[in-house]
Every structure is written in C-alpha cells, then in structure tokens.
C-alpha cells in the first residue's frame, strides 16, 4: 500500500526577484516518516523549505498539507497548522535563558510537561542548562535546543535544515542519536543535511535536488548502497562523508 504524503509539492516553481530558483519541484513527505532532502549547495533546498513555509512565495504549482491546500497561506497560517521549522541559523534568543526561550516559543499554549519531559530525555543537555542563557551554550546545544522548541509543543511536522552544519562530530553523533530517537516516535521529518552519514542514519525516504529540481527519489537505503549513484547525484559518495 503507498504511503499518503502528509505534505506534497506538485509542479512548485518559485521566483525570487529575477532569478528563478525551483524548477517544477514535485515532492512527498509520509507521515510518521523522515525524509532526505540532498543536494548540492546551491541545488535549491533552502529555496524548496521556505516556499513550503510560505516565506518566499511559489510562483507556480501547489502545495498541499493533511490534504489542503497551503500555496498562498500566510507563514503564521501555516505555522497554525502544525508545521514547525528550524533554520540553518537556529533562531535561538541568545540573551534569554533556555526556559526563557520555550516559553516564548509556547505562543499557542499547548505545552504540556509530558511533552517537555519527552523534550527533556531527548536533550538532557537542555535539562542541565535550563537556567543558562542561551548565548552561553555550544554549536550542539543551540541545535537541540532550537530542535527542543519545535517539538516541545503538538505539531505535525518538523522541518529541519542542515542541523550538524559547523559542529564537531562529537556533537553530531549526540544530535544523530537525539534524531533517532524522534523518527522511532514517528516524528514526520523533512530534513536537509549535507552530513550523509546522518542522512543515512536517519532517512527513510529521500529526494535529490540539483539546479532547481528534483533528479531523484526512492529509498534512502538503497541510495546508500549505491555508491555510483551517490557520485552520479552528490558529487561525492556518502562513505567519504562519514
């Protein structure tokens, strides 16, 4: 039986000034699934993820989430919806303190110390560092804590962009094992990470992007056995990224 896609791109093109950047992006992500979003830099992702959160507008196409149509909502509609995001830049405040920083991500009200406490054995970092000011926690611990605050209230998906970029690989390893944790609880993810043995870690599904589209989709560990295909799609095989 296939999969119903939880979020779905058909055909989204989008345009930012004079420069066309997606390309009849066609796109599925499952529900209670992790899917890869590989590429590149400069393939587009960053460009695929804000068009879904409407914070670049899609020229052409659609997008549609638990079976609606999403395309022309608002960022903070979509957001009501029960899409949580986290950037590349993490978005955290740095001058309030970990608790300081859930509370102010609780805007619609609906957390409960269940959830925190599943936050909390995810990330117990963030449970030693509650009372610490943000601006003072490692690369790592910016990361689960932006990931922390995402989950800590109901959503339905988490979309992430590249979580291990810049930290060392201790702390890679620390957030692979975090993220695990999330896709057992079947957390419906779209991830884009350029570190691919995390995205083999993690992924269920995958999808490659090159030059505005995509060339690729299928099984993200079939991907990974296929270490033509990888350089073929990636550049570069995913066993010289480990």
Known sequence: MAEIPLLELAGVHTHIGRYHILHGVDLAVPEGRVSMLLGRNGAGKTTALRTILG?????????????????????????????????????????????????????????????????????????????????????????????????????????IDEPSKGLAPGMVAQLTEALIGLKQARTTILLVEQNFAMAQALGDHVAVMEDGRIVYRGDMAALAKDIPLQTRLLGLSLASHQ
């Open 55 to 159: 914070l670049w507008r899609a020229s052409y196409g659609m997008i549609h989430f638990a079976g609606a149509e999403i395309t022309a909502h608002a960022t903070p509609d979509i957001a009501r919806l029960g899409i949580a995001y986290v950037p590349e830049n993490m978005g955290v405040f740095a001058s309030l303190t970990v608790a300081e920083n859930f509370r102010l991500a609780d805007w619609r009200g609906d957390l409960r110390p269940t959830r925190l406490d599943a936050v909390m054995a995810a990330f117990p970092v963030l449970a030693q560092k509650w009372r610490a000011r943000a601006g003072t926690l490692s690369g790592g611990q910016k990361q689960m804590l932006a990931i922390g605050r995402a989950i800590a209230a109901e959503h339905r998906l988490l979309i």
